[in-house]
């Protein structure tokens, strides 16, 4: 069985999307070339936003604890209001030999995904991070051009 399907999404448009076994992975080698990729625009504010509050998040957990690093995470809620968080938690493990950052997306548009990999690699070489992986719960493309 394929992990692609075409489906409807809420509001009946087609797309191509795969829920099952979207984990991935990027060694260190490719951060340089990865956070290089631009950032769109409607995007900007949000990044700022995890950035920040990853930052002070991690800041907390290591002043308090530098060998436990399992406390070094983050998640966003999704609000009533509409603010659906596609990047919904980011977990730092960092160890003696290696260092991941593991980031769970909610939900991902391949054509706006490049966007957050650029922001995720970024992240990733700020920490000195070892290791990538991404697990994303919906990956998905619009079949249809009124997207």
Request: proline letters at 2%.
């Amino acid at each position: 069985m394929s992990n692609w399907e075409v489906r409807l999404d809420s509001t009946k448009n087609l797309m191509l999307e795969s829920i099952r076994d979207n984990v991935i992975i990027i060694p260190k080698i490719y951060f340089t070339r990865l956070s290089k990729n631009e950032i769109l625009s409607d995007e900007i504010s949000e990044y700022n936003v995890k950035h920040r509050d990853l930052k002070k998040k991690l800041d907390e957990v290591f002043l308090k604890d530098p060998n436990n690093s399992r406390r070094a995470y983050l998640a966003w809620n999704n609000s009533p209001e509409g603010n659906s968080h596609c990047i919904s938690s980011v977990q730092l493990l960092s160890r003696e030999q290696t260092a991941v950052l593991n980031v769970y997306m909610r939900s991902s548009n391949l054509e706006r995904f490049r966007s957050d990999v650029g922001f995720l690699a970024r992240i990733a070489q700020e920490y000195e991070v070892d290791v990538l992986q991404i697990y994303v719960g919906s990956l998905h493309l619009y079949l249809e051009s009124n997207q």
